[in-house]
């Protein structure tokens, strides 16, 4: 592993600390790469030009657009992450899971299976599973989506520009409508 470290190390890349980074797999990096201490990358792992890892994170399988950033304690498996992106800290990214250009994904946030738009913003504390936000759509703190009825997962539809309040449980199959309104503590 050091050896590893030590090479990506001469091509540019900032380790914090050549023993405190686990590399199972092959991870590639653009230039101005910055990777801080106990990262663990698995599978093929791409990070764009300006990526910035936090500590402690585990990235498995997946793709971190240029000038990301990936706070500290934050998992992303099999997923695409945009540029300029940002994720966590403590943020769960998991399989299938593609995140836009210039999104912001909270602390102690899981997407799963979901699509977010460019710009969008998940707040704290939220879970968006089997999701298609479009560009521009708000998440309030603490909002969930009901996907799974006990018999099968649905699809939740967020179009362009809405605004989800704090503590919503969105139930799935539902759509919302752009630049739609819901007001905190809602149950649609």
Do not use: W
Not at 21 to 45: H, M, P, Y
Not at 152 to 170: H, M, P, T
């Amino acid at each position: 592993m050091k050896k590893y470290a030590e090479k990506l190390i001469a091509q540019g890349v900032m380790i914090f600390d050549s023993n405190r980074i686990d590399i199972r797999g092959n991870l590639k990096c653009g230039e101005n790469v910055s990777i801080d201490i106990n990262v663990i990358f698995e599978g093929e792992v791409i990070l764009g030009d300006g990526v910035k890892i936090g500590a402690n994170c585990i990235i498995n399988n997946s793709l971190i657009g240029n000038n990301s950033n990936i706070k500290p304690f934050s998992m992303i498996e099999d997923s695409i992450i945009g540029e300029s992106a940002s994720v966590g800290p403590y943020g769960r990214i998991r399989p299938g899971t593609k995140i836009g250009n210039k999104s912001q994904i909270g602390n102690f946030v899981e997407i799963k299976n979901s699509n977010i738009g460019v710009g969008c913003q998940v707040n704290h504390l939220s879970f968006i599973g089997d999701a298609d936000l479009e560009k521009e759509v708000i998440v309030g703190a603490g909002t969930i989506t009901c996907n799974h009825n006990g018999v099968k997962i649905n699809r939740i539809i967020i179009d362009q520009g809405a605004y989800i309040g704090s503590g919503s449980n969105l139930i799935a199959p539902v759509k919302i409508n752009a630049n739609s309104t819901i007001g905190a503590g809602s149950t649609i």
